[in-house]
């Protein structure tokens, strides 16, 4: 006999501690949400950059070893 079961263990409230009042601002500054057309403007250059394909990338802003936070910008490219 199937016998089907609710999991209620994925379910759980994320909390996040700041140890600073910077890094609270950092979060609220950096968490807004974005219309559909502001989304797919973003996803457009993200694709563009993967691609290496003309037009606004939004890439990194500092290449190298991982930080935190990753900060992004738009760049113009044009290739070769």
């Known amino acids: 006999m199937l016998m089907t079961k609710t999991d209620t263990s994925r379910h759980h409230q994320l909390q996040i501690e700041f140890p600073d009042e910077h890094m609270r601002k950092y979060w609220v500054d950096n968490n807004v949400e974005l219309t559909k057309a502001e989304c797919d403007h973003h996803i457009l250059g993200m694709y ?11 890439t990194r802003k500092h290449e190298g070893s991982e930080q935190f936070p990753i900060e992004k910008h738009w760049v113009w490219y ?3």
């Open 48 to 58: 563009n950059s993967f691609y290496n394909r003309r037009g606004w990338h939004y």
């Open 78 to 80: 044009e290739p070769l």
